[in-house]
């Protein structure tokens, strides 16, 4: 079974300064992959998602973008922090298009 | 543009009686249908998947979905206090553009 990491657990940022939250996974091979943002009293939000290295959709006109450098590794950044980045930021891993995704034990962004 | 409905709750469920908990959606073409549970700051995690209509049991836990009537149900049977979360429908289309989530459904088991 797939595993996935990452790190951050938590991290306090100032507005205006840069982020960047890695994921990896394990298990898998050629994963799907998927950032998604739960702003607290919301729903989870899809940011990003990947089907292949290089390969980026963006589901949010925002500040952050997203990179998948390698097959199982996952970056999401932002070169400048607003407030409304503050959020529980989740990444997700699915082994096929068809399948339940999987999730990573989330970052915690505070962004004062 | 996918939606999916869920009561915020609080759903209040004594100890030992069976949640019902409902989902509807807006998308016909959707084709797979997920519940995951969700502690206080913790991640999503998954309990069950359907993709045909019926029901569909594993354990203490019964998925039910009526794509006519787009509706999605997850059943708990003997409910336990650490059954207690915010449970999270979500569905997907044909693609690999990931899940829509509802906004959760806050259920409390009553020792």
């Known amino acids: 079974s797939q595993t996935i990491h990452q790190w951050p657990a938590t991290l306090v940022q100032p507005v205006g300064s840069p982020l960047s939250l890695e994921c990896t996974v394990e298990g898998t091979s050629n994963p799907n992959l998927y950032w998604y943002r739960q702003a607290a009293g919301r729903g989870l939000q899809l940011l990003f998602y990947s089907v292949g290295i290089g390969q980026i959709s963006s589901e949010v006109p925002q500040n952050l973008s997203a990179s998948r450098p390698q097959d199982r590794q996952f970056i999401l950044s932002s070169k400048k922090l607003l407030l409304s980045d503050s959020g529980f930021y989740l990444c997700a891993s699915a082994g096929t298009q068809n399948s339940p995704l999987h999730f990573g034990n989330g970052t915690r962004l505070t962004v004062t | 543009q996918k939606e999916v409905e869920q009561n915020s709750g609080p759903l209040s469920v004594p100890e030992g009686a069976i949640a019902s908990l409902n989902c509807t959606y807006s998308d016909r073409g959707s084709q797979s249908f997920f519940w995951y549970r969700q502690y206080s700051g913790k991640s999503p995690e998954l309990i069950m998947f359907?993709?045909?209509?019926g029901d569909k049991e594993d354990g203490r836990f019964t998925a039910q979905l009526n794509k006519a009537s787009q509706y999605v149900s997850l059943l708990i049977r003997d409910s336990q206090p650490s059954d207690s979360a915010t449970y999270l429908c979500a569905l997907r289309g044909g693609g690999a553009d990931g899940l829509t989530f509802g906004k959760g459904t806050h259920l409390i088991i009553q020792p």
């Open positions: 359907i993709y045909s209509n």
